[in-house]
């Protein structure tokens, strides 16, 4: 094992995905250093009122903590299935995936990953993101998911969402995400 996994830190290679959303964190310490700011500046608070406001403080945090995470969450509405089905559009060959859908405000996940994650002489590891948040164009992603050449079941899926499609799924979670951002706002 060496110091960099066998790459060099300098050269430009593939990109890895981080592990979590960094928005989460990014809120959650945020919102920890005005606490600790607060508890720094609380002995200066006389007798009893510094408990009220201390407790006044943490709460309105608390809360402020809650409402920007769950702005910036993708996991508003989620669902998982265990599938086979084609993995490339005029092929007969099946394969064993997990299909993971994840709605949030400002758009949806598609997550494809196979069982096991090599099957097909190839890696079957995706998650698209397809937003439709007020500066995107969701036919606009959807296209460009076609042009990609996405797998079926992404797709499939990401279809269901379109403008066009029977469904109207698309003007239900869009009008719904916007007006829930709007109200968290």
Not at 47 to 70: Q, Y
Not at 74 to 95: C, H, I, M, P, Q
Not at 143 to 169: D, H, N, R, W
Request: hydrophobic letters at 45%.
């Amino acid at each position: 094992m060496t110091l960099w996994n066998g790459s060099f830190p300098f050269y430009p290679g593939a990109n890895a995905s981080f592990p979590f959303d960094t928005t989460q964190a990014l809120v959650v310490s945020i919102f920890l250093s005005m606490l600790a700011t607060f508890i720094i500046i609380l002995p200066g608070i006389r007798g009893r009122r510094r408990l009220f406001w201390f407790l006044r403080v943490a709460m309105g945090l608390f809360v402020g903590a809650v409402v920007l995470t769950i702005q910036f969450t993708r996991d508003w509405e989620t669902g998982w299935v265990t599938a086979n089905t084609s993995y490339k559009s005029f092929s007969r060959a099946l394969v064993s995936v997990d299909i993971g859908l994840h709605i949030g405000l400002a758009g949806l996940n598609v997550t494809l990953v196979g069982n096991p994650v090599n099957q097909v002489n190839e890696t079957i590891n995706y998650n698209e993101h397809f937003a439709w948040s007020f500066d995107a164009d969701y036919d606009r992603s959807y296209g460009g998911g076609l042009e990609k050449g996405l797998p079926s079941p992404i797709l499939y899926v990401a279809e269901k969402f379109t403008t066009q499609s029977p469904c109207s799924m698309h003007r239900r979670y869009r009008i719904s995400g916007h007006y829930a951002s709007l109200t968290l706002w």
